[in-house]
């Protein structure tokens, strides 16, 4: 029997928001840094890793919209989420002072994040692919006159100095993360404060979205979340994600679901959670 530890994997670099959220909540798990969102889920849909640590959206930059991409064309299932309370900080190169710096690199959503600290500091935000490759980055530069936007985590991990801490613009700067597994693993029925996850696409006829929705007001069910893209480029396909509170073997979950049918193509049941203990905290129903 294989004493190897599970992995658990994450779209990122050592030292990135993702391996923060990777170790809140599976601390005894080893990580899986991978390059891209497609990566972490194939590294998951293969078994190299048992778990995948995925962010869907953020309280400030809203979705993820690659996941919502995503999701659909994989064969892994919603097991659970976690809120992070996304913290950056300002790095430079060891002896570096803020006033050295001329350029700050990050990714596209942390630099919005900060958009007024940078303003106010006075450099030229420069996009990377991740907080914690930015980081990597102006590391092996050596370069005083550039920075990164980044967790002390990343500081630590590449050896840099911290300049400033919560450079973010907004206390509130939280991030939704998935987490996702090859075998759906709902909660026991009787499980209070379950979350269910699932994809649709409506008939391309009047009304249906009305319909389709009608079904969840009648049975008592709360939506908390119904979002649309368009399918492949297409105008005319739309396809939607949404969240409801409550177990796939609830009486009127079970109805609600049952209707939907009558005015969907396609649903797909992305998984039953446990919902985060933050939710409370954070005021989300």
């Known amino acids: 029997m294989s004493d190897k530890i599970p992995q658990i994997a994450f779209q990122g670099e050592p030292g990135a928001n993702s391996h923060i959220a990777c170790h809140e909540v599976y601390s005894d798990l080893a990580i899986l840094p991978c390059a891209t969102f497609e990566d972490a889920l194939r590294a998951v849909e293969d078994g190299s890793a048992k778990y995948g640590m995925l962010p869907i959206e953020n309280s400030i930059a809203g979705r993820v919209a690659d996941l919502h991409h995503l999701l659909p064309e994989s064969n892994l299932f919603i097991v659970g989420e976690h809120f992070l309370r996304v913290r950056h900080a300002l790095l430079g190169v060891p002896g570096s002072k803020v006033s050295d710096l001329k350029t ?103 009304a249906a979205l009305y319909k389709a929705m009608g079904g969840f007001a009648t049975n008592g069910v709360n939506m908390t979340k119904l979002e649309s893209y368009q399918i492949a480029g297409s105008f005319n396909a739309t396809q939607f994600y949404a969240d409801i509170i409550g177990h796939p073997q609830d009486r009127g979950v079970q109805f609600a679901m049952e209707e939907i049918q009558f005015f969907t193509n396609k649903v797909r049941i992305l998984g039953a959670y446990r919902q985060s203990p933050t939710r409370a905290s954070l005021n989300i129903s």
């Not at 996009?127 to 590391?139: E, K, L, Q, S």
């Not at 840099?160 to 759906?184: A, P, Q």
């Not at 009787?190 to 996850?197: E, F, H, P, R, Y």
């Open 104 to 206: 700050v690199h990050s990714h596209t959503q942390a630099l919005g994040q900060c958009r007024t600290s940078l303003r106010d500091i006075g450099v030229d935000a420069m996009p990377a692919a991740d907080t914690a490759g930015a980081a990597r980055m102006i590391a092996d530069r050596k370069d005083k006159s550039q920075g990164a936007i980044a967790s002390t985590l990343a500081a630590e991990i590449y050896g840099l100095e911290i300049l400033k801490t919560d450079i973010e613009d907004h206390d509130h700067n939280t991030t939704r993360f998935l987490v996702m597994s090859r075998d759906r693993d709902d909660p026991p029925v009787g499980t209070d404060n379950v979350m269910m996850s699932f994809i649709f696409q409506v008939r391309n006829v009047p």
